[in-house]
């Protein structure tokens, strides 16, 4: 049985930080592209990082609104992708997801190319 559990999502204060992981049980992630997610209320599910798998180098793709401020990593001994995101906004307020792309070595933005998903964890930034 494939599942993936995030966690690490909570409150934080604009400008603080918080680092969300995403951990799999029963594959391995190394070859899987992961990708991050977001949707918050009224609003469009949204990619915000992916990593490609560990034979294409763990190449990493940023949504523009997280440039320079979250951070896309593999730790392949924990079998888990973390998101670290610095300099946090308001607007980065949702429920964040990981999910997983099989069949695919290269990142990809877009939700429906992705087979597994986690239940989400949510992420609330105060001004």
């Known amino acids: 049985h494939l599942t993936l559990v995030e966690s690490g999502g909570g409150l934080a204060q604009a400008g603080g930080s918080l680092r969300l992981s995403c951990t799999a049980s029963?594959?391995?992630?190394?070859?899987?592209?992961i990708g991050w997610f977001r949707q918050a209320p009224g609003k469009e599910r949204e990619g915000v990082s992916c990593i490609s798998t560990s034979t294409r180098g763990g190449s990493t793709t940023d949504a523009d609104s997280v440039k320079g401020r979250f951070t896309i990593s593999r730790d392949s001994a924990k079998n888990t992708v973390y998101l670290q995101m610095d300099s946090l906004k308001p607007e980065d307020t949702a429920v964040y997801y990981c999910?997983?792309?099989?069949?695919?070595?290269?990142?990809?933005?877009?939700?429906?190319?992705?087979?597994?998903w986690g239940q989400g964890t949510q992420v609330t930034v105060s001004s």
């Open positions: 999910a997983a792309r099989w069949g695919a070595d290269r990142c990809s933005m877009y939700s429906l190319e992705y087979d597994y």
């Open positions: 029963g594959f391995t992630l190394d070859y899987y592209v």
